[in-house]
């Protein structure tokens, strides 16, 4: 198999996974619910200060690249979020929550940017060379901006269906 088609088997996975995984309901723990993005956040920090230790010209790109990422990563948590269905039970440290299509379209989309942005920085050598730590690193921060965006609608959608006595709401407040 050549190159090319090993990237669409990889593509047309990650697609598959996210279908299963954003289609059907997840049980979320609240005190928990941060952890991921957590681990995300502190990797992206990791990655940052080895790239920045590593090539200490990359400082400035690597902030700004951070702050679109962040921005980035809250807009594409927001759009997940609204289209994410949240149902609370009896029990307040649980909440349900459960994708559409239309998250999967989000999610595939911000996966295609950042391929995109792997492929423009990786068709020269020399920006790869320099920027590539850098742009992993703001990645991951667009990463768990949006994780944390979307975890955070969701709790801010299940407090206030739990004060109404609603059981099943969007986070479209």
Not at 28 to 50: N, T
Not at 92 to 103: E, I, N
């Amino acid at each position: 198999m050549n190159d090319v088609a090993i990237s669409v088997v990889i593509g047309l996975l990650v697609v598959g996974r996210f279908l299963q995984r954003e289609l059907r309901e997840r049980r979320f723990v609240v005190a928990r619910i941060y952890l991921l993005p957590a681990i995300a956040g502190a990797v992206a920090i990791g990655l940052a200060a080895y790239a920045v230790i590593k090539r200490p010209e990359t400082a400035g790109v690597l902030a700004a690249a951070s702050v679109v990422a962040i921005v980035l990563g809250a807009a594409i948590g927001y759009a997940v979020a609204h289209r994410t269905t949240v149902r609370v039970t009896a029990d307040a440290s649980v909440l349900y929550a459960r994708g559409s299509l239309t998250t999967v379209a989000i999610w595939v989309g911000a996966v295609a940017c950042r391929l995109l942005a792997r492929v423009a920085f990786v068709s020269d050598p020399a920006r790869a060379v320099h920027f590539g730590d850098a742009l992993n690193a703001a990645l991951l921060v667009l990463l768990a901006s949006a994780l944390f965006f979307v975890r955070y609608r969701m709790l801010v959608a299940s407090r206030l269906e739990r004060t109404r006595g609603v059981t099943s709401a969007s986070p479209a407040i």
